[in-house]
């Protein structure tokens, strides 16, 4: 998918071989690991109540010198990198 605006998108298979496409928002460090913040590339036509609605946060791993994206399954984990994102994303929009 591409954009004339210059997003960045990717396409991931998730473990049941599902295939979606995110808009990658943002790289963030975060107690010393790397995030990425990314938002459904369909999120226009999705569904607020849909669980896949809003931020998907993964963290970024190596695997035998592969840069690959793993799912964060510590829901207080995820939950403070979600708040840290949204920091950010405020002062710079204060900036």
């Excluded at 793993?70 to 840290?84: H, I, P």
């Amino acid at each position: 998918m591409s954009d004339q605006f210059g997003a960045d998108y990717i396409s991931l298979t998730d473990e049941e071989g599902n295939q979606f496409e995110l808009e990658i928002l943002d790289t963030v460090s975060f107690e010393g690991e790397s995030y990425t913040v990314f938002l459904p590339a369909d999120i226009d036509d999705m569904d607020p109540e849909d669980p896949d609605y809003g931020f998907v946060i993964l963290k970024n791993v190596e695997d035998n010198g592969e840069e690959l994206y793993a799912s964060v399954d510590d829901e207080e984990l995820l939950e403070r990198v979600y708040e840290y994102y949204m920091e950010l994303v405020e002062n710079e929009e204060e900036e």
